[in-house]
């Protein structure tokens, strides 16, 4: 009962605190992995950078490749191998859709973007990609709109990572809940869709308030069918 318990209070945690999306720049080749990130107005985003000298930079979607005056820029962050000792995170300010880009000489026209909070349609990430083809990217070497501090992540599956930071109720409340014999709290758990990107899809507070009934009713559910 205990453990159930437990996962019933980080289910609450959940809501109240805001999401953290980890995006894994150059680990698959010229792309950020997830490249589509759908995040509310507080939330953080942290990238990870792999070898290859990569930079997130914000451009507009009319001008892919190009940095905005003043807009979010990591720099160029390397690695020897793995993750690079240092992660650029940035908080998300409104829901506009937000460009970011690599400016490695090549690498944005390669494709290498991700968009938080996309159209639909219209100014997809596929349409940035498409009219980043045969651009020449840049970034400048300020960093600005987040910071660059010591790496983080809580859903690397390539090192050991540290399951203390932010975002951590999420993965915790899913794991333990998956782990659990009881078919009760199987059912939470997949209804809850807590994702491999660490909240990506159901991180949202809005799509949290319906796991906690059945967060809250899986002890009760479990003691009574044990
Ligand atoms: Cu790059």
Avoid: W
């Amino acid at each position: 009962m205990r453990s159930y318990a437990l996962l019933s209070l980080g289910a609450l945690a959940t809501i109240a605190r805001s999401a953290t999306f980890d995006v894994d720049a150059g680990e698959h080749g010229f792309s950020y992995v997830p490249d589509t990130v759908k995040a509310a107005v507080g939330d953080t985003i942290n990238v990870h950078f792999y070898p290859g000298d990569h930079s997130a930079t914000q451009s507009t979607f009319g001008s892919p490749c190009s940095p905005i005056a003043n807009g979010i820029n990591s720099g160029f962050v390397n690695s020897d191998s793995g993750q690079a000792s240092q992660m650029f995170s940035f908080k998300v300010n409104n829901t506009d859709p937000i460009y970011m880009y690599c400016g490695q000489v090549g690498h944005c026209a390669a494709g290498m973007a991700f968009v938080v909070n996309p159209p639909a349609t219209g100014d997809t990430l596929e349409a940035y990609q498409k009219a980043a083809s045969g651009k020449s990217g840049s970034a400048p070497s300020a960093v600005n709109g987040g910071v660059l501090i010591a790496n983080v992540d809580n859903d690397d599956d390539n090192s050991s990572s540290s399951s203390s930071a932010s975002g951590s109720a999420t993965a915790t409340a899913t794991g333990s809940s998956t782990g659990s014999a009881a078919a009760a709290s199987t059912t939470a758990a997949s209804s809850g869709s807590g994702g491999a990107y660490g909240g990506s899809s159901g991180s949202s507070a809005a799509s949290n308030f319906g796991l906690v009934p059945m967060m809250l009713l899986a002890p009760l559910a479990a003691y009574f069918f044990s």
